[in-house]
């Protein structure tokens, strides 16, 4: 038996952490209809409150796969809930980046699973493909869905071409910060998994 290969524990517990993960996005999606400057916010809620799960699942992993096929899972729920593809790319390279960065720590090394997780969650950035790559058709979108034009002049606002790379980085550093803070809530399952 190949202990590097996935087997059917690995795919469930994959497929209960990306649902755990869409339920905090899809928690904090439904905020953003309160204001779009929380929708531009999105980089910093998911990142810290979708922290607690991620480092539960990163205790979990011990073979390259997991967090890639994760991205996969999430690109495919982002399309089916309506986001679209264009976000596809940015979310399934993120996930194997990040998977990469943490198994070049053999999965135990808490510095490569903290810019492994802040890598990741740069998937949360695809949130904001359809705003800005299909501005005009969003928009009119959002428009005949019965939001104000003040709601969507705020939403272009925050979220464009000029401020896309302030969001990326944004997400990045409250990735990192996240895992210290998730790590912090389930220090007892890393300590469990030999983490350091």
Not at 123 to 146: E, H, K, M
Request: with cysteine; aromatic share 12%; glycine share 10%.
């Amino acid at each position: 038996m190949n202990n590097n290969k996935l087997c059917a524990k690995d795919f469930i517990t994959i497929g209960i952490f990306t649902a755990l993960l869409f339920v905090v996005e899809f928690a904090c999606g439904l905020l953003g209809y309160i204001h779009p400057y929380i929708v531009a916010s999105y980089v910093v809620m998911i990142p810290l409150v979708g922290s607690i799960p991620m480092m539960l699942f990163y205790s979990k992993i011990e073979k390259f796969g997991m967090l890639s096929i994760m991205s996969v899972l999430l690109a495919i729920i982002m399309f089916v809930t309506g986001m679209g593809y264009l976000g596809a790319p940015l979310i399934i390279g993120a996930g194997v980046i990040a998977d990469l960065i943490a198994k070049s720590g053999k999965y135990k090394s808490f510095k490569k699973i903290i810019l492994s997780h802040g890598v990741f969650c740069l998937w949360i950035c695809a949130n904001y493909f359809p705003v800005i790559v299909t501005a005009d058709s969003y928009r009119q979108d959002l428009v005949d869905g019965g939001f104000s034009t003040e709601y969507c002049d705020n939403l272009f606002r925050a979220i464009n071409t000029k401020t896309i790379a302030v969001l990326l980085i944004l997400c990045f550093v409250f990735g990192c910060i996240g895992a210290v803070i998730g790590k912090k809530v389930v220090r007892k399952h890393f300590e469990k998994a030999g983490i350091v």
